[in-house]
């Protein structure tokens, strides 16, 4: 799928079975356009909040059994009565883009792994749904690899979003490994910020992993996504450990030569 975005990961890859390729594009452009709303351009806090009430007022209609007003929203009722989606998963989207514009600081792990929840994991529910493979245990192997990736990017992109005023590592942790933002504004990478990004590599790992056998319930080309995505997750972890946690001056991305790697390692899982 052609996107404006960089992404990490496969989005409607050519892996997914055709049919499904549609739907899952139609819940990014949601879902993209969503998170815009909340990070990108100019306007004040009170207009991102305001459009996104829009939003919320268009899922209001297609719960409703009402026509929406935009053009997305009629193709997101399409696929959403297509294919019975929850619109509760819909709904934490937009309550964690909304989360976006008012919070900065967060206070600890559980309390970031609450937004992941509503950030992240409505995605992965939503293609599991779409696959119909809505078991208890796939559900919750889904959100620790969506979760696993939320984290990802937030270490990913320190840098990123402290020019928004925006911290993800949680507070907590700050004193523990004797780093404060200041660091961040300095961008020093010290022995202690190191074993502080450490800390969240190891954290991020092992909820991917935990949610690693999910791949094995999938069934084709599905798998196979999902088993890049896995893949792609570990990868920019490893970059960031190699860099020693300076993502100020090496952004961890993936490259040409990496899907080499994702693709033998795939195939190894």
């Not at 939503?126 to 796939?138: A, N």
């Not at 972890?237 to 020693?244: D, N, Y």
């Not at 946690?245 to 899982?269: I, N």
Request: hydrophobic share 45%; glycine share 4%.
């Amino acid at each position: 799928m052609p996107v404006d975005h960089y992404e990490n990961f496969p989005v409607a890859s050519l892996l997914v079975p055709a049919r499904m390729r549609q739907p899952i594009e139609v819940i990014y452009r949601f879902a993209r356009s969503a998170d815009d709303i909340a990070d990108e351009g100019d306007a004040t806090p009170a207009q991102r909040l305001a459009d996104l009430a829009a939003y919320q007022a268009e899922l209001d209609r297609i719960a409703a059994g009402d026509t929406p007003q935009t053009p997305l929203f009629v193709e997101l009722a399409r696929v959403i009565a297509a294919h019975a989606l929850p619109i509760q998963l819909f709904r934490d989207l937009l309550d964690a883009f909304a989360q976006d514009v008012v919070k900065k600081r967060y206070a600890d792990y559980p309390e970031l792994i609450d937004y992941c929840r509503r950030s992240a994991n409505p995605v992965g529910r939503l293609v599991l749904h779409l696959f119909g493979r809505t078991e208890c245990e796939h559900l919750e192997q889904s959100d620790c690899i969506c979760s696993a990736l939320q984290l990802i990017n937030f270490w990913q992109d320190v840098a990123v979003d402290w020019q928004k005023d925006r911290v993800y590592l949680p507070q907590t942790d700050f004193p523990h490994f004797r780093v404060s933002e200041e660091d961040i504004a300095q961008q020093r990478c010290s022995a202690n910020w190191a074993a502080l990004m450490d800390f969240q590599i190891d954290r991020a790992q092992a909820l991917m992993l935990r949610g690693a056998p999910l791949v094995h319930a999938l069934p084709g080309r599905l798998g196979w996504e999902i088993r890049l995505t896995v893949q792609g997750g570990l990868r920019i972890l490893e970059r960031i450990r190699q860099v020693r946690g300076d993502v100020f001056r090496h952004r961890p991305t993936l490259k040409k030569a990496d899907w080499l790697v994702l693709l033998a390692r795939s195939f190894r899982m």
